[in-house]
């Protein structure tokens, strides 16, 4: 069985083929990025026509490096929700176009199943074990107790923490998306240069909230004149911020982990690709003889690959979906 994944939920046009071992023959990413940043986010408007302009080039181009035709497609697997609307019906369209026409079954992928999988692309990773979700749209904490099986513990009550990361960049000029930038600045800065507040951190419950932390860093730099705002001072903002929020995510991942009795974590999401993130977690859960799985960087952020996969495992589930299937803007998991 080959399964052609479609991804177009934000600013990210995608395709990859993959096969039933789970072989992946192609991951095609066409990222928008240069046409958001200069208005310091994504504009649905044009992340829907940059969708239209590429989703063709890119399947073409993913059946191109797979070494495969059309022909050989035997499912068609597709991002169907969270996200822009505009965005999720290019692909879901050109899915179901494809699938229609080729009389091949499809399937609606949830966003965050597809990247709660991806570390499984990789990985050969044990049941139940505990999976942080981190991204953009979401700080989602989940007991996954098999393919399918996921049981939601904790998420964000404001912002998600890949958010603030890009609010926290914005607010200091460093452009969108803020994350990779923070990331590279933090290691040239003191991480506690501030003690930023970490909210929650102690809170029995598995919820997360950022806003606090997010505005703590603004009334930190609306306090200091611009001429104090130097290279130095933004890196050990920088650093500062991004060990307040990491401290959060971690601490509260290995305690789900040890009061689930699991010595299994999954990060996985836009954020995971924190470098931080990825080694005081690995780290930290090491103490506790519990072992750390995140995807490589490509497939922490939006991919088809994972969409693909969700949608192997789907199609392998006998789960069907009709043509009629459309795009679901707010879709917990
Ligand atoms: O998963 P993703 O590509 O899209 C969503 O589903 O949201 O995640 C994008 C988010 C952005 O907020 C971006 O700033 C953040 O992931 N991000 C990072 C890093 N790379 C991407 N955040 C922190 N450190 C990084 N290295
Ligand atoms: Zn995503």
Not at 4 to 19: F, N, Q
Not at 64 to 75: Q, R, S, V
Not at 93 to 102: E, G, L, Q, V
Not at 297 to 308: F, K, V
């Amino acid at each position: 069985m080959m399964i052609l994944g479609i991804e177009s939920s934000c600013d990210d046009t995608s395709a990859a083929v993959i096969k039933e071992d789970k072989t992946l023959l192609s991951n095609i990413i066409s990222s928008q990025v240069d046409f958001h940043t200069k208005y310091g986010g994504v504009v649905p408007e044009i992340a829907s026509r940059k969708h239209q302009e590429c989703i063709i080039p890119i399947i073409k181009e993913a059946l191109f490096k797979a070494g495969i035709t059309l022909n050989d497609i035997d499912g068609i697997s597709v991002t169907q929700g969270p996200g822009l609307v505009g965005s999720l019906l290019v692909g879901i369209n050109a899915a179901k176009s494809i699938a229609f026409s080729r009389k091949l079954p499809i399937v609606g992928i949830n966003h965050l199943e597809g990247h709660m999988l991806a570390p499984y692309l990789e990985n050969a990773i044990n049941f139940p074990n505990i999976t942080l979700v981190v991204s953009g749209g979401h700080t989602n904490l989940y007991k996954v107790s098999d393919f399918g099986s996921y049981t939601l513990l904790g998420s964000t009550r404001d912002d998600a923490a890949g958010e603030a990361f890009d609010k926290v960049a914005k607010l200091l000029e460093l452009g969108y998306p803020g994350g990779v930038v923070i990331d590279r600045l933090s290691k040239l800065g003191d991480p506690s240069f501030i003690d930023f507040p970490r909210p929650m951190i102690k809170d029995p419950s598995y919820d997360f909230s950022f806003s606090g932390l997010k505005t703590a860093v603004r009334y930190y730099i609306e306090k200091i004149s611009e001429s104090e705002l130097t290279d130095m001072k933004i890196n050990n903002i920088c650093a500062s911020f991004q060990a307040a929020v990491v401290g959060i995510l971690t601490a509260k991942t290995i305690r789900a982990a040890k009061e689930h009795h699991t010595d299994t974590i999954t990060l996985t999401g836009g954020v995971a690709a924190n470098s931080l993130l990825r080694s005081q977690m690995t780290e930290k859960a090491a103490a506790g003889n519990i072992k750390v799985f995140a995807p490589s960087l490509q497939l922490c952020t939006d991919n088809a690959a994972m969409i693909a996969f969700a949608g192997l495992k789907r199609m392998s589930s006998h789960d069907k979906f009709p043509y009629s299937l459309n795009a679901i803007s707010r879709w917990p998991l």
